[in-house]
């Protein structure tokens, strides 16, 4: 297991990476202006089954750009529309869901697996912030603030955690309350349990 995990980022904090598994590499790679604004965006968008339930998961060019678990697929696509309201979508498979399913389900992929992400700078921050979180430990949104200087801004963490687009591989779940308790998930607080349990099991 990797016991250490470094964030870098660029000038524009549009680009950094860390360790969302007891063995892979995820980078996050924010989103342009010009790439949102862009109506020739294409996305292809799947449903696939992993241990914690079945995902919505989709993919730019580049890399995963939402990741849900879907409890309606209807609504769970329309999430996705509502997300990146310029784009193309394509109901499709691709090499990037599947190597992003194969992390999810707890396999080693040969290489880092990339995040195309639509974000605010702060919100960015965080999501890389997430990463570092070590695969089986946990930590507090009053933690998470004071590792980016900032230990008054629980609630706004907090916030940015809650616009998370990607499901278990940008790791919100290992962010619980100070007094031990789950604290809030988009996904369910049985599943936030469920997937802890699991990867404490495996550390």
């Known amino acids: 297991m990797v016991s250490q995990t470094t964030l ?3 000038e524009n904090n549009t680009e ?20 949102l604004n862009n109506s020739l965006l294409s996305i292809q968008y799947n449903f696939k089954e992993t241990q914690f339930g079945e995902i919505l998961i989709a993919s ?4 995963i750009c939402f990741l849900s678990f879907a409890y309606d697929k209807t609504k769970a696509i329309q999430d996705l529309k509502n997300y990146y309201p310029k784009a193309i979508f394509e109901q499709a498979n691709s090499i990037k869901q599947n ?5 999810i389900n707890g396999n080693l992929i040969p290489k880092p697996l990339i995040l195309h992400l639509k974000g605010t700078e702060f919100q960015v ?6 990463l570092e979180i070590p695969f089986g430990k946990l930590i507090s949104y009053s933690q998470l603030a004071k590792s980016i200087n ?4 629980a609630r706004a963490v907090g916030t940015a955690i809650g616009s998370n687009p990607i499901a278990y591989l940008i790791p919100c779940h290992r962010v619980v309350q100070s007094n031990g308790s789950l604290g809030g998930y988009m996904w ?14 495996r550390t």
Request: hydrophobic share 40%.
């Open 16 to 35: 950094c990476f860390g360790i969302t598994s007891a063995s892979q590499c995820v980078i996050i790679e924010k989103m342009t202006a010009e790439e």
């Open 188 to 201: 369910g607080l049985k599943r936030k349990s469920d997937i802890i349990s699991w990867e404490v099991k």
């Open 99 to 103: 190597l992003a399913l194969q992390t």
């Open 125 to 130: 921050q965080i999501w890389c912030k997430l």
């Open 150 to 153: 900032k230990p008054k801004a």
């Open 8 to 10: 870098f980022g660029n």
């Open 60 to 63: 730019t060019i580049k890399g």
